[in-house]
């Protein structure tokens, strides 16, 4: 019966796509992929909570196999909650020309490719998939960018990490595969070479693949350049499917792993977290910062991940299912509020025509819904309450919390510094976040409302906010809303996802018997009234307006606060660990200033201290290598011939056995 | 759902009214009583511990100025803020029992609450784009970082002590004289210390007594607010300092067993309490905003060694 639903849902995707490849029938392709996407979510969450598989158990045999399980379940219909809305937004934000269509086309494919992937349960199918979802986005960035060659560049580089970093991925599943591990996870002994051999590999390969730090270069480069709704797809559902082929090996087929895996995944995690909220904080461009926001959540996720492995390895059972129920609770959660947050930026682009932060403003007026939506999704990625980030952040806390209690020396420091990290992240993330709605959707506008880049008028004023845009972001922020009131009807399910047994939570709040209780519905709904009695309660009594105080100044966009001076405390309070640059030319003539010109960079430290270096040295490798390759047909054959003489003469001489 | 107030006993129906009563109308009698001891350390007559009462009667009796070109954002965040913490100090129980309100008892919920007023502040800021208001702001968040972090880590502290990060249970655990055997809680209590005079922006962190825009932190965002509006959000702040001083009376620092005894010992806590920040704020002038960072990395460093005072045991 699920099978069956899952099958027509993905055939109704692969319809869809195809209708969206004419002319005529655009948009109703992309309708039909939408209801596809949607009819996916509902069998996503209802395996999930029904908690049996189906279909073929996984196998280490070359023949295709395909199943669902609740762990594929809870993945899958995340991939249809997300990708539903990122259509109906596409109805609008794509045009029907060529670029667009194949965009359109494309998308279907890759919604395709990750069903797959959720659903193989042997080696090839499942690496073939994990393949496809790599090339995938990147050609629909090549075709939405044609004649960009800053965008080719970046495809490359996407397309060169993941693919050194990715075969970490093919050697964990084809060594699992060879020991047998895909059909009995028990073969694999505990503690052994071969284990922590997958293990590791596993962590390089998908790790690339979710853009977890130091693997992390291609993501702020690749996310922001593919249009608005594939972001919304890589950087909402793309990277969660690389962490479910980690959890998929590290939880699911590996048995127990040593405690010291577990504190590695722990600081991989908290340097991901703190790293990409602060490369964030110091971004100009809002698509490249919710991408670094991206690399800072898959933090927090693997956070979650690596408390349930210590807490495993401790014999901790029920806190570790907890622990593993966090990190899905986020992933779930931040596949809802970072699609919303892409999907708003690009309905904010197709506006101001730009997504410079300095440049947008007052946004909040002029697209009331949908800014309105953005915000509850920026309240929601700060984790405040009473909203979802909110909510799995708080279970995190809590995991990190048991290690601390649970653990030793070692893995007790380690819990509370990752403690130490996430707290620190969520006030980072606040800071960022009180800029992004500051600069973008409050105070005065900063665009000249008469024309955008080249020329062309900005969009259309006031119309920019049509049924396809509203519904979509609403649809989504109303989500981020019941899952932070309700996490509970979706923690005891994904809890149960855990191959150990453990005590199943209970109630629509998070409660923890003996360990702590969030009363999310009630928490949330004592504060709306509140807020709501309060607001009655103050009236409407008001004197006269007045202008904001400027020193009896008028505040002229030239005294406007820009986003470099919001984070200039933080900047100056983290020199240390950000080694910020910043140049100041004096102009003077005759003595008399002239100009002043100031210009502030955050570096990313792990680009220029890790990855030029290293590619600069192979650049000279490769230099070397090229002098032998002269192309001429003779002198290969010289060295074919000298290599066959070396041969014979160290086989004569005995060195070869 | 049962009604949570049947079946409560004496004990739990008191400490929910002391909790009330003293978090909603005791609460500006703490800023109060500093103000006016701190005045008379210096040799002032000084304001009776009456003032703030007084002040807000008169801010709520005043019409508020609007400003020109701001949003629902501006004019809703006075009334967020309060809620906020009004649910804080529904959330933080002043002894170690209570009546099961539905909005529970968890410190880190309690987090949660204070960020979501922060951000409510940081966010008016922008709508009026009034620059003094966003220096607060900005610097209002980049301590925020630290002391959160410090905040968390002297959580895990009390979490180590009682297994649980509902307060009650904390306040039980940390009781009497056996809790406070071991060097756990007293650098708990040290990191404690520090993010208090931070989150309710007391000198050496800040300086409640300026307006002056190169120390100001706390103060800034509320610039442009007045009448009823900043009626709230001077209770908010006054609201914060009664979490923030029962947190410290009754987790880090020893307090008796038993609920009646822990009523009755909150009092003598809490002056206890005004009289040291009264004397700390005439000893100490306000350190310059970037070496806050500095004074609250100190308390996660105490944090972290009582954590690992516990940790290193167990092996």
């Known amino acids: ?657 | 759902m049962s009604d949570p107030l049947l079946g409560a006993s004496g004990a739990q129906m008191a400490v929910c009214a002391v909790q009330i009563v003293g978090g909603v109308v005791v609460s500006p009698l703490l800023s109060g009583t500093i103000q006016h001891f701190k005045a008379r350390l210096q040799g002032r007559c000084g304001p009776t511990p009456l003032q703030p009462y007084r002040e807000l009667r008169r801010l709520w009796s005043r019409s508020a100025v609007t400003v020109e070109g701001a949003t629902v954002v501006h004019r809703a965040a006075p009334s967020v803020v309060a809620a906020g913490l009004l649910t804080a100090v529904l959330l933080v129980p002043c002894a170690d029992t209570g009546v099961d309100l539905p909005v529970g008892h968890d410190v880190l919920a309690l987090m949660g609450l204070l960020a979501l007023a922060r951000f409510a502040l940081a966010a008016a800021s922008w709508d009026t784009s009034n620059g003094f208001a966003l220096i607060g702001a900005c610097r209002d968040l980049m301590v925020s970082v630290y002391a959160e972090g410090t905040l968390i880590l002297a959580t895990a502290v009390a979490v180590l002590a009682s297994g649980t990060t509902d307060l009650r249970g904390m306040i039980a655990a940390t009781a009497g004289g056996e809790a406070w055997s071991g060097p756990l809680l007293i650098f708990g209590g040290v990191a404690f210390a520090l993010v208090l005079v931070a989150e309710i922006g007391r000198q050496p962190v800040d300086n409640p007594d300026t307006h002056l825009e190169l120390t100001m932190i706390h103060e800034g965002p509320l610039l442009e607010y007045s009448g009823r509006d900043l009626a709230y959000l001077h209770w908010a702040a006054h609201a914060r300092h009664w979490v923030m001083f029962v947190l410290a009376a009754q987790i880090f620092l020893p307090h008796p067993s038993g609920t009646w005894a822990q009523l009755a010992t909150l009092p003598l806590a809490l002056l206890l309490l005004c009289v040291v920040l009264a004397f700390v704020e005439s000893l100490m002038s306000k350190m310059r905003v970037m070496s806050s960072p500095r004074f609250l990395l100190i308390g996660s460093l105490a944090a972290l060694l009582g954590v690992l005072s516990e940790t290193v045991g167990i092996a």
């Open chain 1, 1 to 657: 019966m699920i099978l069956g639903v899952l099958a027509a849902g993905s055939l109704l995707i692969a319809f869809g796509g195809g209708l969206s490849a004419a002319r005529r029938t655009f948009a109703v392709g992309l309708v039909v992929q939408a209801v596809g996407a949607a009819v996916l979510a509902v069998v996503g969450f209802w395996a999930l909570a029904e908690g049996s598989a189906h279909g073929s158990d996984f196998t280490g045999s070359p023949t295709p196999h395909l199943g669902l399980d609740p762990l594929s379940a809870i993945f899958l219909g995340t991939l249809g909650l997300v990708a539903a809305p990122a259509l109906v937004f596409s109805l609008r934000y794509l045009r029907n020309d060529g670029p667009g269509r194949a965009t359109g086309a494309l998308t279907a494919a890759f919604q395709l490719a990750m069903v797959l992937l959720l659903c193989a349960r042997d080696p090839f199918t499942f690496l073939l998939a994990w393949e496809s979802m790599t090339l995938l986005p990147a050609t629909v960035i090549l075709v939405a960018r044609r004649a960009d060659p800053t965008a080719r560049r970046t495809v490359f580089t996407y397309l060169a990490i993941t693919h050194l970093g990715g075969a970490g991925t093919w050697v964990a599943i084809l060594l699992l595969a060879d020991a047998g591990g895909l059909d009995d996870p028990t073969v694999i002994e505990s503690g052994s070479g071969l284990q922590v051999a997958i293990a590791l590999a596993a962590l390089i390969g998908t790790g690339t693949k979710a853009g977890l730090m130091p693997l992390h270069a291609w993501l702020p480069r690749a996310h922001p350049i593919a249009p608005a709704p594939v972001s919304a797809l890589m950087s909402g559902v793309m990277i969660k499917i690389a962490l479910y082929g980690l959890i998929r090996i590290v939880v699911d087929r590996l048995g127990i792993l040593p405690v010291w895996f577990g504190i590695l995944v722990l600081a991989v995690g908290a340097l991901s977290a703190v790293g990409g909220v602060l490369h964030a904080l110091f971004q100009h461009e809002l698509k490249r910062l919710l991408a670094l926001h991206s690399i800072e959540n898959v933090g927090i996720i693997v956070l979650g991940l690596g408390a349930c492995l210590i807490l495993r390895s401790r014999g901790a059972q029920t806190p570790a299912a907890l622990a593993l129920g966090a990190a899905l609770l986020h992933t779930v959660n931040h596949a809802v509020f970072k699609s919303l947050l892409f999907l708003g930026a690009g309905a904010f682009e197709k506006v101001t025509g730009t997504l410079e932060l300095d440049r947008m403003g007052g946004l909040l007026r002029r697209l009331p819904w949908t800014a309105g939506a953005f915000l509850v999704g920026s309240m929601a990625i700060a984790g405040l309450p009473p909203l979802n980030g909110f909510a799995s952040e708080w279970l995190t806390l809590q995991s990190l919390l048991r290690v601390v209690l649970r653990g030793d020396t070692a893995d007790g420091a380690a819990g509370a510094l990752g403690l130490a990290a996430l707290a620190a992240t969520a006030a980072l993330a606040l800071l960022c976040f009180a800029k992004v709605v500051g600069l973008v959707l409050l105070g005065p506008s900063r665009t000249p409302e008469k024309t955008g880049p080249a020329g062309h008028p900005a969009g259309p004023q006031g119309s920019g906010e049509d049924f396809a845009t509203r519904a979509s972001t609403v649809f989504l922020a109303l989500t981020c809303a019941v899952l932070g009131l309700m996490p509970g009807l979706l923690l005891a399910p994904a809890a149960a996802v855990a191959p150990w047994p453990s005590e199943r939570p209970e109630g629509l709040g998070l409660d923890l018997p003996g360990a702590g209780n969030l009363p999310a519905p009630g928490l949330g709904l004592v504060l709306f009234a509140l807020t709501a009695l309060l607001l009655l309660l103050r009236g409407r009594r008001t004197a006269a307006p007045a202008p904001t105080w400027a020193c009896g100044q008028v505040n002229e966009p030239a005294l406007l606060w820009t986003g470099s001076g919001f984070t200039g405390p933080a900047r100056v309070a983290l020199r240390a660990v950000l080694r910020p640059q910043r140049e100041v030319t004096v102009k003077s003539t005759g003595g008399v200033l002239q100009e002043v010109t100031c210009h502030l960079h955050v570096p990313q430290l792990i680009d220029e201290r890790v990855y030029r270096p290293v590619a600069r040295r192979s650049g000279t490798v490769a230099a070397c290598a090229r002098r032998v390759q002269s192309g001429s047909l003779s002198v290969y054959v010289m060295y074919l011939i000298g290599a066959v003489v070396v041969l014979l003469g160290a086989a004569r001489a005995g060195w070869l056995g």
